[in-house]
């Protein structure tokens, strides 16, 4: 058996002020940190060995990375960085408000840029262009993506470096965002594409599950 950990980050000043951010940068909280250090605590508790974290190349999901990993007495254990493991991007909703964009655009509308698998938020006008991508190719940066188009450049990566890594009987922890731990949860428990707009991740709960010898799940539970 091997153990597999999804952590969402701790609260981020976008999350405290209810806006999208995707993959801009937004800092922790005060609250989030402390959120940060729960999670540590309640992973040292089930003490896990972990041999590799993998996280994204957003400040929120690092500092959070680091900040588990001290707690747990493992700061020295790998962390690999990547781009497949960013927030889903939010295009040109990005900045606004959650509420604000249900006033301008209807709920019903909202939930579906949200929610839905398939469906994508308004584009930005061009893709930005930032130092920590400029040794990847152009084609990586989006203007916005739906769920399912954050999904297919995660699972790759899911399949090329946590996969193995299990397979090998190496524990794994993943620090990422709310919709690219959901695509990858929806990838895991092959949970269709209509019911995956019910599942939510909450900041800062960590995800245990225990997986056979073939990555199937014999037992999922959230530390509290």
């Given at each position: 058996m091997v153990k597999l950990v999804l952590l969402r980050h701790g609260q981020s000043l976008a999350n405290q002020e209810n806006e999208y951010t995707g993959w801009t940068d937004s800092p922790l909280t005060e609250q989030g940190r402390y959120e940060a250090l729960d999670a540590g605590k309640l992973l040292a508790r089930v003490e896990i060995q972990f041999s590799t974290l993998h996280t994204s190349l957003l400040s929120r999901a690092i500092e959070t990375s680091n900040i588990v990993l001290d707690q747990i007495h493992e700061n020295w254990v790998p962390i690999k960085k990547t781009w497949r493991l960013n927030e889903r991007h939010y295009g040109a909703l990005r900045g606004l408000n959650k509420d604000k964009t249900r006033e301008i655009y209807g709920k019903k509308q909202v939930a579906l840029?949200?929610?839905?698998?398939?469906?994508?938020?308004?584009?930005?006008?061009?893709?930005?262009?930032?130092?920590?991508?400029?040794?990847?190719?152009?084609?990586?940066?989006?203007?916005?993506?739906?769920?399912?188009?954050?999904?297919?450049?995660?699972?790759?990566?899911?399949?090329?470096?946590?996969?193995?890594?299990?397979?090998?009987?190496?524990?794994?922890?993943?620090?990422?965002?709310?919709?690219?731990?959901?695509?990858?949860?929806?990838?895991?428990?092959?949970?269709d594409d209509r019911s995956i707009d019910g599942v939510e991740v909450a900041n800062a709960v960590p995800i245990l599950y225990t997986l056979d010898d073939k990555l199937k799940i014999m037992q999922k539970r959230e530390l509290k």
């Amino acid at each position: 058996m091997v153990k597999l950990v999804l952590l969402r980050h701790g609260q981020s000043l976008a999350n405290q002020e209810n806006e999208y951010t995707g993959w801009t940068d937004s800092p922790l909280t005060e609250q989030g940190r402390y959120e940060a250090l729960d999670a540590g605590k309640l992973l040292a508790r089930v003490e896990i060995q972990f041999s590799t974290l993998h996280t994204s190349l957003l400040s929120r999901a690092i500092e959070t990375s680091n900040i588990v990993l001290d707690q747990i007495h493992e700061n020295w254990v790998p962390i690999k960085k990547t781009w497949r493991l960013n927030e889903r991007h939010y295009g040109a909703l990005r900045g606004l408000n959650k509420d604000k964009t249900r006033e301008i655009y209807g709920k019903k509308q909202v939930a579906l840029w949200r929610r839905s698998f398939a469906t994508v938020p308004p584009l930005l006008s061009q893709t930005d262009h930032e130092r920590r991508y400029q040794v990847w190719p152009e084609s990586i940066l989006p203007r916005a993506e739906s769920l399912e188009m954050a999904s297919n450049r995660i699972i790759p990566y899911w399949l090329d470096q946590i996969a193995p890594a299990l397979l090998h009987g190496k524990n794994q922890l993943i620090v990422a965002h709310g919709s690219t731990l959901r695509a990858l949860i929806k990838y895991l428990e092959e949970i269709d594409d209509r019911s995956i707009d019910g599942v939510e991740v909450a900041n800062a709960v960590p995800i245990l599950y225990t997986l056979d010898d073939k990555l199937k799940i014999m037992q999922k539970r959230e530390l509290k």
